[in-house]
């Protein structure tokens, strides 16, 4: 198991992440251990509501179509061996997710699964036929997490940016399960309250290690009482592979051409990784730059691809002619909006962007 970036290509600091995840089991989990029981009673006492509520959100979290399968511990190993396992979210942790697999199965020949729990990121992923494996995640129970730990039996469990599955973390590191999170995520909100960092503090400690992008992400975590000796700054955990050169041009022109804008002066925009809270602050400024700028387009691309009808019936109420990207060969004249709606091609459209805008970025709670 291995999370490479820029800064973790030296053999020994990779070495050194593995061996902070080293799972010591009770000795390293006691400080979490109140915690993580006070979790399970909570949890027990109101099991009817959170049931209710769980299948009430279904459809609006992407679990419709999963729910039996989740339960009882997702996919299951595709073979035998030892397995690494990713766990994802989202689409934009999954993307994510699949660039640490195929890079930890090239440089050291792991076994690597990816495991999302949305069925929409499942779906699309699947769509693409990626060389990686991808299946689905159990659900944040105890039974569910033990049914996956024993179908899988995994060498190490990586969670991509942050990890809801507190069972799973938990469990999994008690049976000597090396767990890392990798590409940390902490924004504002999750340190705002001493309250909620004391409540919440045993989730963190009784993760293996940490890779974060910055000082600022340690000392979020230090705060939570995670050991510094268990963090790893690294810059982003997975480097994005940067274009240049003959690559870099084709990419443009393949662009400007597909957005008839290769004879063009108008700003493109791009809005990647949107929530429908962002979009609508995001087509309200689009309205008011059109109005300098009469031929301007904007190129957005919600996290979750499958809101495409939705995102399009928006474009509608704001008066707007929307395409979306999967249906044009060449992007139709008099569009105003092209809706991208593919997976992996939001990286090279930001070559094309005059401006571009990062998804959640209105909300503290998200983190753009």
Same mark, same amino acid.
């Given at each position: 198991?291995?999370?490479?970036?820029?800064?973790?290509?030296?053999?020994?600091?990779?070495? &050194?992440?593995?061996?902070?995840? &080293?799972?010591?089991?009770?000795?390293?989990?006691?400080?979490?251990?109140?915690?993580?029981?006070?979790?399970?009673?909570?949890?027990? #006492?109101?099991?009817?509501?959170?049931?209710?509520?769980?299948?009430?959100?279904?459809?609006?979290?992407?679990?419709?179509?999963?729910?039996?399968?989740?339960?009882?511990?997702?996919?299951?190993?595709?073979?035998?061996?030892?397995?690494?396992?990713?766990?994802?979210? /989202?689409?934009?942790?999954?993307?994510?997710?699949?660039?640490?697999?195929?890079?930890?199965?090239?440089? !050291?020949?792991?076994?690597?699964?990816?495991?999302?729990?949305?069925?929409?990121?499942?779906?699309?992923?699947?769509?693409?036929?990626?060389?990686?494996?991808? %299946?689905?995640?159990?659900?944040?129970?105890? #039974?569910?997490?033990?049914?996956?730990?024993?179908?899988? +039996?995994?060498?190490?469990?990586?969670?991509?940016?942050?990890?809801?599955? /507190?069972?799973?973390?938990?469990?999994?590191?008690?049976? %000597?399960?090396?767990?890392?999170?990798? !590409?940390?995520?902490?924004?504002?909100?999750?340190?705002?309250?001493?309250?909620?960092?004391?409540?919440?503090?045993?989730?963190?400690?009784?993760?293996? =290690?940490?890779?974060?992008?910055?000082? &600022?992400?340690?000392?979020?975590? =230090?705060?939570?009482?995670?050991?510094?000796?268990?963090?790893?700054?690294?810059?982003?955990?997975?480097?994005?592979?940067?274009?240049?050169?003959?690559?870099?041009?084709?990419?443009?022109?393949?662009?400007?051409?597909?957005?008839?804008?290769?004879?063009?002066?108008?700003?493109?925009?791009?809005?990647?990784?949107?929530?429908?809270?962002?979009?609508?602050?995001?087509?309200?400024?689009?309205? !008011?730059? +059109?109005?300098?700028?009469?031929?301007?387009?904007?190129?957005? =691309?919600? +996290?979750?691809?499958?809101?495409?009808?939705?995102?399009?019936?928006?474009?509608?109420? /704001?008066?707007?002619?929307?395409?979306?990207?999967?249906? #044009?060969?060449?992007?139709?004249?008099?569009?105003?909006?092209?809706?991208?709606?593919? *997976?992996?091609?939001?990286?090279? *459209?930001?070559?094309?962007?005059?401006?571009?805008?990062?998804?959640?970025? #209105?909300?503290?709670?998200?983190?753009?």
């Amino acid at each position: 198991m291995a999370i490479y970036s820029y800064p973790l290509k030296d053999g020994k600091v990779t070495r &050194a992440l593995l061996e902070q995840a &080293a799972p010591d089991r009770l000795k390293g989990l006691l400080p979490s251990l109140p915690g993580y029981l006070a979790y399970c009673v909570v949890h027990l #006492f109101l099991f009817p509501w959170l049931a209710l509520r769980g299948l009430a959100t279904a459809k609006k979290r992407g679990y419709q179509g999963l729910i039996g399968r989740r339960l009882m511990g997702g996919s299951a190993a595709p073979g035998p061996g030892s397995w690494s396992i990713i766990i994802s979210t /989202h689409l934009g942790e999954t993307r994510t997710a699949l660039m640490a697999a195929k890079q930890m199965a090239h440089r !050291n020949g792991d076994s690597v699964g990816v495991l999302t729990s949305v069925k929409s990121v499942y779906d699309t992923v699947r769509s693409q036929q990626h060389a990686e494996w991808i %299946g689905v995640a159990p659900f944040n129970n105890p #039974f569910s997490a033990l049914i996956m730990l024993l179908r899988w +039996r995994p060498a190490s469990i990586l969670f991509a940016e942050y990890s809801d599955n /507190h069972h799973l973390a938990f469990l999994a590191r008690l049976c %000597g399960v090396k767990t890392v999170i990798f !590409n940390v995520r902490l924004v504002d909100q999750d340190c705002w309250r001493p309250h909620k960092r004391s409540i919440a503090k045993w989730r963190y400690t009784c993760i293996g =290690a940490y890779a974060v992008q910055s000082e &600022a992400q340690r000392e979020r975590l =230090a705060a939570f009482g995670v050991e510094r000796g268990r963090i790893i700054v690294t810059g982003p955990s997975v480097a994005m592979p940067m274009a240049c050169g003959s690559e870099r041009c084709r990419i443009l022109d393949k662009w400007r051409t597909f957005l008839n804008c290769a004879d063009k002066e108008s700003p493109i925009l791009v809005a990647g990784s949107t929530h429908p809270e962002d979009e609508q602050v995001v087509l309200t400024a689009f309205q !008011n730059l +059109r109005t300098r700028f009469p031929d301007a387009l904007l190129v957005l =691309a919600p +996290r979750d691809p499958s809101r495409h009808h939705e995102v399009m019936e928006m474009l509608c109420t /704001h008066a707007m002619r929307g395409a979306r990207r999967s249906q #044009f060969q060449t992007l139709p004249i008099r569009t105003d909006v092209m809706v991208l709606d593919t *997976l992996g091609e939001l990286s090279e *459209l930001y070559s094309v962007a005059d401006a571009a805008f990062i998804g959640g970025s #209105f909300d503290p709670a998200l983190g753009g």
